[in-house]
């Protein structure tokens, strides 16, 4: 199993609404990370988790709260998020804890925030 | 400021043609350096990655060439094929403990 998989595809939320999304891989890799993408942007990296330990959080607001429950599971738990926060929610994973690996992307999960 | 640029934010090119995508840095302290290929609504995808002791890596249709001294890095894809239609992103690296740096993308369209 070579893929990173995220739910859901598509998410529709409401401001005032609590959401997660998921993601998980099977490939044994020891790190895993939430990229934020706006469209015809690069990503930009929200969470990194290494070795289910957090080890980089960058200046996210707190409406977004990551959760590792094992080394094959990331979650973002989403509160009361704004229009702003619409965008392609990517997950990824990389093999060690190095920063600089080859990573492995999900499909994403396409967000709107009305 | 922008540390990976990837300046032209399209190219068309004719199918079996040569496509030449290209990225500039400024940090010399890159050692490091992928190509992702992205479809709409989908992840990127790892193409291909080149360290700083080498100046071309190549793998099937795809070669990527580093010039250190001119901190330029440029993604051959020979032949081009419809399928290479996509947006490319270059991504850079200092050292394990330091993220990708990704630059803005360019989107390649392959006519038929």
């Known amino acids: 199993d070579t893929e990173v998989t995220q739910t859901p595809k598509h998410l529709v939320m409401g401001m005032t609404n609590k959401k997660s999304l998921k993601c998980e891989q099977h490939?044994?890799?020891?790190?895993m990370y939430w990229y934020k993408q706006k469209a015809k942007k690069p990503p930009e990296l929200m969470f990194v988790y290494s070795y289910e330990k957090l080890s980089i959080n960058e200046s996210v607001p707190s409406r977004f709260s990551p959760e590792c429950p094992n080394s094959s599971l990331l979650n973002l738990h989403l509160h009361a998020l704004q229009p702003e926060d619409s965008a392609l929610y990517l997950c990824a994973s990389s093999p060690g804890g190095a920063l600089n690996e080859k990573l492995f992307f999900g499909s994403g999960t396409q967000l709107s925030v009305l | 400021d922008q540390q990976v640029k990837q300046n032209s934010p399209s190219l068309s090119v004719q199918e079996g043609r040569i496509s030449i995508l290209n990225c500039d840095y400024t940090?010399?302290?890159?050692?490091?350096f992928l190509w992702y290929k992205k479809y709409p609504a989908e992840g990127p995808t790892f193409l291909i990655s080149?360290?700083?002791i080498k100046d071309k890596n190549e793998d099937g249709r795809f070669t990527v060439f580093l010039n250190k001294s001119a901190k330029h890095l440029s993604l051959h894809i020979v032949p081009s094929q419809p399928g290479d239609s996509a947006v490319y992103f270059c991504a850079a690296s200092a050292n394990s403990n330091y993220q990708l740096i990704w630059g803005a993308g360019t989107k390649l369209i392959i006519k038929p």
């Open positions: 490939m044994g890799h020891r790190a």
């Open positions: 080149i360290s700083s």
């Open positions: 940090n010399s302290m890159f050692d490091y």
